[in-house]
Protein backbone atom coordinates (compact mmCIF):
# COMPACT_ATOMS: atom_id res chain seq x y z
CA UNK A 1 0.00 0.00 0.00
CA UNK A 2 1.34 3.37 -0.78
CA UNK A 3 2.04 5.84 2.01
CA UNK A 4 4.10 8.96 2.69
CA UNK A 5 6.60 8.42 5.39
CA UNK A 6 9.51 11.10 3.85
CA UNK A 7 9.39 12.97 0.61
CA UNK A 8 11.76 10.67 -0.77
CA UNK A 9 9.11 8.04 -1.08
CA UNK A 10 7.89 10.68 -4.28
CA UNK A 11 9.86 11.12 -7.16
CA UNK A 12 10.22 14.73 -8.17
CA UNK A 13 7.88 14.51 -10.98
CA UNK A 14 5.00 13.34 -8.58
CA UNK A 15 6.42 16.24 -6.19
CA UNK A 16 5.93 18.68 -8.92
CA UNK A 17 2.64 17.09 -10.09
CA UNK A 18 1.21 17.35 -6.43
CA UNK A 19 2.00 21.03 -6.63
CA UNK A 20 0.08 21.85 -9.82
CA UNK A 21 -2.83 19.82 -8.02
CA UNK A 22 -2.49 22.52 -5.23
CA UNK A 23 -2.29 25.30 -7.38
CA UNK A 24 -5.28 24.17 -9.44
CA UNK A 25 -7.38 23.78 -5.90
CA UNK A 26 -6.31 27.12 -4.40
CA UNK A 27 -7.47 28.10 -8.34
CA UNK A 28 -10.46 26.43 -8.53
CA UNK A 29 -11.80 25.23 -4.79
CA UNK A 30 -15.33 24.29 -6.50
CA UNK A 31 -14.15 21.35 -8.35
CA UNK A 32 -12.85 19.10 -6.04
CA UNK A 33 -15.86 20.17 -2.76
CA UNK A 34 -16.68 16.25 -3.43
CA UNK A 35 -13.80 14.66 -4.95
CA UNK A 36 -13.81 12.31 -1.40
CA UNK A 37 -17.41 12.07 -1.32
CA UNK A 38 -17.50 8.76 1.24
CA UNK A 39 -14.37 8.49 2.35
CA UNK A 40 -12.84 8.51 6.35
CA UNK A 41 -10.04 10.50 7.67
CA UNK A 42 -8.56 9.38 10.63
CA UNK A 43 -6.21 11.32 12.49
CA UNK A 44 -3.80 10.02 15.06
CA UNK A 45 -2.07 12.38 16.96
CA UNK A 46 -0.17 11.01 19.69
CA UNK A 47 1.61 14.18 21.20
CA UNK A 48 0.37 17.97 20.70
CA UNK A 49 -0.62 19.76 17.30
CA UNK A 50 -2.94 22.53 16.05
CA UNK A 51 -1.86 23.61 12.64
CA UNK A 52 -1.23 20.04 11.35
CA UNK A 53 -4.09 18.26 12.88
CA UNK A 54 -6.46 21.08 11.88
CA UNK A 55 -4.95 20.91 8.56
CA UNK A 56 -5.33 17.56 7.75
CA UNK A 57 -8.94 17.64 9.09
CA UNK A 58 -9.92 20.70 7.05
CA UNK A 59 -8.19 19.20 3.77
CA UNK A 60 -10.65 16.13 4.40
CA UNK A 61 -13.46 18.16 4.96
CA UNK A 62 -12.65 20.56 1.69
CA UNK A 63 -12.72 17.61 -0.25
CA UNK A 64 -16.28 16.52 1.23
CA UNK A 65 -14.68 13.61 3.08
CA UNK A 66 -15.08 12.78 6.47
CA UNK A 67 -12.91 12.80 9.47
CA UNK A 68 -12.19 10.55 12.51
CA UNK A 69 -9.49 11.33 15.43
CA UNK A 70 -7.41 10.82 18.66
CA UNK A 71 -6.29 13.79 19.80
CA UNK A 72 -3.95 12.27 22.38
CA UNK A 73 -2.14 9.48 23.76
CA UNK A 74 -4.01 9.07 26.91
CA UNK A 75 -7.18 9.00 25.01
CA UNK A 76 -6.52 6.34 22.95
CA UNK A 77 -5.31 2.32 23.56
CA UNK A 78 -2.04 3.49 23.54
CA UNK A 79 -2.34 4.64 26.78
CA UNK A 80 -3.43 1.04 28.02
CA UNK A 81 -0.08 -0.32 26.06
CA UNK A 82 -1.58 -1.15 22.58
CA UNK A 83 1.39 -1.10 19.74
CA UNK A 84 1.66 1.34 17.26
CA UNK A 85 0.82 -1.77 14.93
CA UNK A 86 -2.01 -2.91 16.20
CA UNK A 87 -3.30 0.50 16.38
CA UNK A 88 -2.89 1.05 12.49
CA UNK A 89 -4.58 -2.15 11.92
CA UNK A 90 -7.68 -1.34 13.66
CA UNK A 91 -7.30 1.74 12.53
CA UNK A 92 -7.47 0.39 9.15
CA UNK A 93 -10.92 -1.22 9.74
CA UNK A 94 -12.56 2.09 10.39
CA UNK A 95 -11.21 4.45 7.76
CA UNK A 96 -9.70 5.20 4.06
CA UNK A 97 -6.59 6.92 4.34
CA UNK A 98 -4.61 7.66 8.33
CA UNK A 99 -2.54 10.50 9.38
CA UNK A 100 -0.35 10.18 12.37
CA UNK A 101 1.76 11.80 14.17
CA UNK A 102 3.70 10.30 17.19
CA UNK A 103 6.93 10.93 19.19
CA UNK A 104 8.76 8.12 18.73
CA UNK A 105 10.92 8.12 15.93
CA UNK A 106 9.94 5.58 12.91
CA UNK A 107 6.56 4.93 14.79
CA UNK A 108 4.66 5.99 10.88
CA UNK A 109 6.77 3.40 8.93
CA UNK A 110 5.51 0.83 11.51
CA UNK A 111 2.21 1.62 11.15
CA UNK A 112 2.72 1.96 7.32
CA UNK A 113 3.90 -1.88 7.33
CA UNK A 114 0.53 -2.72 9.33
CA UNK A 115 -2.11 -0.83 7.80
CA UNK A 116 -3.96 -1.98 4.59
CA UNK A 117 -4.71 1.65 4.12
CA UNK A 118 -2.47 4.48 3.20
CA UNK A 119 -0.40 6.15 6.20
CA UNK A 120 0.40 9.95 5.94
CA UNK A 121 3.50 10.68 8.45
CA UNK A 122 2.23 13.47 10.57
CA UNK A 123 5.69 13.99 12.57
CA UNK A 124 7.82 11.53 14.13
CA UNK A 125 9.71 12.24 16.67
CA UNK A 126 12.92 14.65 15.67
CA UNK A 127 13.06 12.38 12.43
CA UNK A 128 10.38 13.03 9.64
CA UNK A 129 7.70 15.52 9.01
CA UNK A 130 6.80 15.44 4.83
CA UNK A 131 3.77 17.14 4.84
CA UNK A 132 5.25 20.30 6.45
CA UNK A 133 8.12 19.69 3.61
CA UNK A 134 5.18 20.07 0.79
CA UNK A 135 3.76 23.45 2.46
CA UNK A 136 7.03 24.52 2.26
CA UNK A 137 7.97 23.56 -1.48
CA UNK A 138 4.71 24.69 -2.24
CA UNK A 139 5.07 28.72 -1.02
CA UNK A 140 8.57 28.78 -2.63
CA UNK A 141 7.52 27.62 -5.73
CA UNK A 142 4.20 30.00 -5.60
CA UNK A 143 6.24 33.09 -4.24
CA UNK A 144 9.52 32.49 -6.74
CA UNK A 145 7.90 30.82 -9.37
CA UNK A 146 10.47 27.60 -9.36
CA UNK A 147 11.88 25.59 -7.27
CA UNK A 148 16.08 25.42 -8.55
CA UNK A 149 18.11 28.66 -8.73
CA UNK A 150 17.12 29.86 -5.48
CA UNK A 151 20.02 30.86 -1.99
CA UNK A 152 17.96 29.66 0.80
CA UNK A 153 19.18 30.40 4.59
CA UNK A 154 18.31 28.25 7.28
CA UNK A 155 18.29 30.26 11.04
CA UNK A 156 17.87 28.54 14.25
CA UNK A 157 17.78 25.06 15.55
CA UNK A 158 19.54 22.94 12.63
CA UNK A 159 20.46 19.87 14.79
CA UNK A 160 16.80 19.05 16.07
CA UNK A 161 14.64 21.19 13.57
CA UNK A 162 12.98 17.80 11.50
CA UNK A 163 11.43 20.63 9.13
CA UNK A 164 15.20 21.93 8.27
CA UNK A 165 16.38 18.01 7.49
CA UNK A 166 13.19 17.43 5.20
CA UNK A 167 13.37 20.62 3.47
CA UNK A 168 17.11 20.20 2.48
CA UNK A 169 17.00 16.95 1.38
CA UNK A 170 14.04 17.88 -1.27
CA UNK A 171 15.76 20.92 -2.06
CA UNK A 172 18.61 18.38 -2.75
CA UNK A 173 16.81 17.32 -5.40
CA UNK A 174 16.86 20.55 -7.65
CA UNK A 175 19.30 22.29 -9.53
CA UNK A 176 20.93 25.59 -8.41
CA UNK A 177 20.53 25.79 -4.61
CA UNK A 178 23.00 27.04 -2.39
CA UNK A 179 21.96 26.60 1.40
CA UNK A 180 23.44 28.52 4.04
CA UNK A 181 22.89 27.58 7.22
CA UNK A 182 22.98 29.92 10.33
CA UNK A 183 23.00 28.63 13.55
CA UNK A 184 24.93 28.88 16.76
CA UNK A 185 27.94 26.08 16.74
CA UNK A 186 25.58 23.73 19.57
CA UNK A 187 22.65 23.63 16.73
CA UNK A 188 24.28 23.02 14.13
CA UNK A 189 23.17 20.84 11.18
CA UNK A 190 24.11 17.47 12.27
CA UNK A 191 27.39 15.89 10.60
CA UNK A 192 25.55 13.14 8.52
CA UNK A 193 23.58 15.74 7.04
CA UNK A 194 26.74 17.22 5.27
CA UNK A 195 28.01 13.58 4.64
CA UNK A 196 25.06 11.93 3.25
CA UNK A 197 23.05 14.90 1.52
CA UNK A 198 24.91 18.56 1.25
CA UNK A 199 28.36 16.59 0.34
CA UNK A 200 27.37 13.72 -1.41
CA UNK A 201 24.79 15.66 -3.34
CA UNK A 202 27.37 18.26 -4.60
CA UNK A 203 25.33 20.90 -2.84
CA UNK A 204 26.65 24.88 -2.32
CA UNK A 205 26.58 25.96 1.43
CA UNK A 206 28.08 27.83 3.93
CA UNK A 207 28.04 28.02 7.60
CA UNK A 208 28.01 31.31 10.00
CA UNK A 209 26.58 32.34 13.01
CA UNK A 210 25.61 35.85 11.74
CA UNK A 211 22.39 36.27 10.19
CA UNK A 212 22.36 39.86 9.28
CA UNK A 213 25.61 39.11 7.10
CA UNK A 214 23.94 36.72 5.27
CA UNK A 215 20.77 38.46 5.23
CA UNK A 216 21.57 40.49 1.10
CA UNK A 217 22.09 37.16 -0.76
CA UNK A 218 19.22 35.06 0.29
CA UNK A 219 16.03 34.67 -1.98
CA UNK A 220 14.14 32.49 0.76
CA UNK A 221 14.50 32.63 5.22
CA UNK A 222 13.66 30.02 7.01
CA UNK A 223 13.51 30.70 11.15
CA UNK A 224 13.09 27.98 13.09
CA UNK A 225 12.30 28.01 17.09
CA UNK A 226 14.39 25.97 19.96
CA UNK A 227 12.60 23.44 20.71
CA UNK A 228 12.05 22.77 24.33
CA UNK A 229 10.40 19.23 23.87
CA UNK A 230 13.86 18.01 21.71
CA UNK A 231 16.43 19.35 24.63
CA UNK A 232 17.60 16.51 27.47
CA UNK A 233 19.55 19.22 28.80
CA UNK A 234 16.62 22.58 30.00
CA UNK A 235 20.02 24.70 31.23
CA UNK A 236 21.30 24.30 27.48
CA UNK A 237 17.69 24.95 25.73
CA UNK A 238 17.41 28.09 28.03
CA UNK A 239 20.80 29.20 27.28
CA UNK A 240 19.85 28.75 23.14
CA UNK A 241 16.20 29.71 23.10
CA UNK A 242 16.87 32.86 22.11
CA UNK A 243 19.83 32.82 19.95
CA UNK A 244 18.32 34.28 16.85
CA UNK A 245 15.31 36.52 16.72
CA UNK A 246 14.30 38.19 13.67
CA UNK A 247 13.28 42.01 14.07
CA UNK A 248 12.42 44.70 11.01
CA UNK A 249 15.96 46.01 11.68
CA UNK A 250 17.48 43.03 10.55
CA UNK A 251 15.95 43.27 7.12
CA UNK A 252 17.07 46.50 5.79
CA UNK A 253 19.46 44.81 3.87
CA UNK A 254 17.24 42.00 2.75
CA UNK A 255 15.94 41.55 -0.79
CA UNK A 256 12.42 42.97 -1.55
CA UNK A 257 10.94 40.24 -2.73
CA UNK A 258 12.33 37.87 -0.26
CA UNK A 259 10.18 35.23 1.13
CA UNK A 260 10.32 34.64 4.99
CA UNK A 261 8.98 31.50 6.23
CA UNK A 262 8.34 29.70 9.50
CA UNK A 263 6.91 25.95 10.00
CA UNK A 264 5.21 27.72 13.36
CA UNK A 265 4.58 27.45 15.71
CA UNK A 266 6.19 30.72 16.52
CA UNK A 267 7.67 31.46 20.20
CA UNK A 268 9.72 34.83 20.12
CA UNK A 269 12.02 34.66 16.78
CA UNK A 270 10.05 36.50 14.68
CA UNK A 271 8.62 39.67 15.67
CA UNK A 272 5.19 40.50 15.28
CA UNK A 273 5.75 43.69 13.68
CA UNK A 274 7.06 41.48 10.80
CA UNK A 275 3.54 39.92 10.08
CA UNK A 276 2.49 42.63 7.97
CA UNK A 277 5.90 43.08 5.57
CA UNK A 278 4.81 41.31 2.40
CA UNK A 279 7.78 39.15 2.64
CA UNK A 280 6.55 37.55 5.49
CA UNK A 281 5.08 34.29 4.01
CA UNK A 282 4.41 31.98 7.08
CA UNK A 283 0.79 32.20 7.33
CA UNK A 284 0.91 31.33 3.74
CA UNK A 285 2.61 28.80 4.29
CA UNK A 286 -0.36 27.53 6.80
CA UNK A 287 -2.37 27.88 4.00
CA UNK A 288 -0.14 26.12 1.38
CA UNK A 289 0.03 23.22 3.89
CA UNK A 290 -3.76 22.56 3.89
CA UNK A 291 -3.92 22.69 -0.16
CA UNK A 292 -1.00 20.20 -0.52
CA UNK A 293 -2.47 17.84 1.84
CA UNK A 294 -5.91 18.13 -0.07
CA UNK A 295 -3.83 17.07 -2.48
CA UNK A 296 -1.44 14.70 -1.32
CA UNK A 297 -5.24 12.80 0.09
CA UNK A 298 -6.55 12.66 -3.52
CA UNK A 299 -3.20 10.88 -4.72
CA UNK A 300 -3.06 8.43 -2.36
CA UNK A 301 -6.50 7.68 -2.43
CA UNK A 302 -6.00 6.89 -6.13
CA UNK A 303 -3.19 4.66 -5.66
CA UNK A 304 -4.58 2.94 -3.41
CA UNK A 305 -7.69 2.68 -5.74
CA UNK A 306 -5.24 1.44 -8.62
CA UNK A 307 -3.33 -0.82 -6.17
CA UNK A 308 -0.12 0.33 -6.23
CA UNK A 309 1.62 -1.65 -3.74
CA UNK A 310 5.04 -0.74 -3.85
CA UNK A 311 6.17 0.94 -0.31
CA UNK A 312 9.75 0.93 0.89
CA UNK A 313 11.41 -1.67 -1.11
CA UNK A 314 14.90 -1.74 0.68
CA UNK A 315 17.38 -4.36 -0.69
CA UNK A 316 19.88 -5.18 1.92
CA UNK A 317 18.17 -5.50 4.73
CA UNK A 318 20.15 -6.79 7.69
CA UNK A 319 19.07 -7.77 10.92
CA UNK A 320 20.08 -6.85 15.27
CA UNK A 321 22.95 -9.50 15.79
CA UNK A 322 25.63 -7.18 14.13
CA UNK A 323 24.43 -3.62 14.72
CA UNK A 324 23.09 -1.91 17.31
CA UNK A 325 20.68 1.56 16.64
CA UNK A 326 21.20 3.44 18.96
CA UNK A 327 18.48 6.40 19.43
CA UNK A 328 16.57 6.04 22.45
CA UNK A 329 13.52 7.61 20.75
CA UNK A 330 13.12 4.87 18.08
CA UNK A 331 10.45 3.10 18.18
CA UNK A 332 12.34 -0.44 18.09
CA UNK A 333 13.85 0.67 20.99
CA UNK A 334 10.79 1.00 23.09
CA UNK A 335 8.18 -1.76 21.47
CA UNK A 336 9.62 -4.83 22.34
CA UNK A 337 8.44 -7.12 19.44
CA UNK A 338 9.29 -4.55 16.41
CA UNK A 339 12.78 -5.94 14.64
CA UNK A 340 15.81 -4.25 14.71
CA UNK A 341 16.48 -3.91 10.90
CA UNK A 342 19.78 -1.57 9.48
CA UNK A 343 20.43 -0.56 5.48
CA UNK A 344 23.53 0.60 4.10
CA UNK A 345 23.30 4.27 3.33
CA UNK A 346 27.54 4.90 2.51
CA UNK A 347 29.03 1.73 0.93
CA UNK A 348 32.66 3.59 0.49
CA UNK A 349 32.28 4.16 4.67
CA UNK A 350 30.25 1.56 5.21
CA UNK A 351 27.69 3.46 7.30
CA UNK A 352 24.47 1.40 7.93
CA UNK A 353 21.49 3.42 9.57
CA UNK A 354 18.81 2.07 11.69
CA UNK A 355 15.65 0.75 8.75
CA UNK A 356 13.07 2.58 11.46
CA UNK A 357 14.56 6.28 12.42
CA UNK A 358 17.25 6.57 10.18
CA UNK A 359 20.09 6.86 12.89
CA UNK A 360 23.64 5.31 12.67
CA UNK A 361 24.26 2.24 13.63
CA UNK A 362 27.14 1.01 15.90
Not at 104 to 110: C, S, Y
Not at 113 to 133: E, R
Not at 143 to 153: A, D, I, Q, S
Request: hydrophobic share 40%; net charge negative; proline share 3%.
Amino acid sequence: MRSLIDTVDFSIEELDDLIRVACDIADHPEKYAHACDGKILATLFFEPSTRTRLSFEAAMLSLGGNVISVSSAGASSAAKGESVADTAKTVSCYADIMAMRHPLEGAALVAAHAASIPVINAGDGGHCHPTQTLADLYTIYREKGRLNNLTVGFCGDLKYGRTVHSLINALSRYTGIKVVLISPEELRLPEYMFAEVLDKKGMTYEETTDLVAAMPELDILYMTRVQRERFADQEQYQRLKDSYILTLDKLDTAKADLAILHPLPRVNEISVAIDNDPRACYFKQVLGGKLMRMALILKLLEDAKNDYQSFRVVDGLIHKDTKTCRNGRCICQVEQEIEHLFVQTDAENDVWRCYWCETQAE
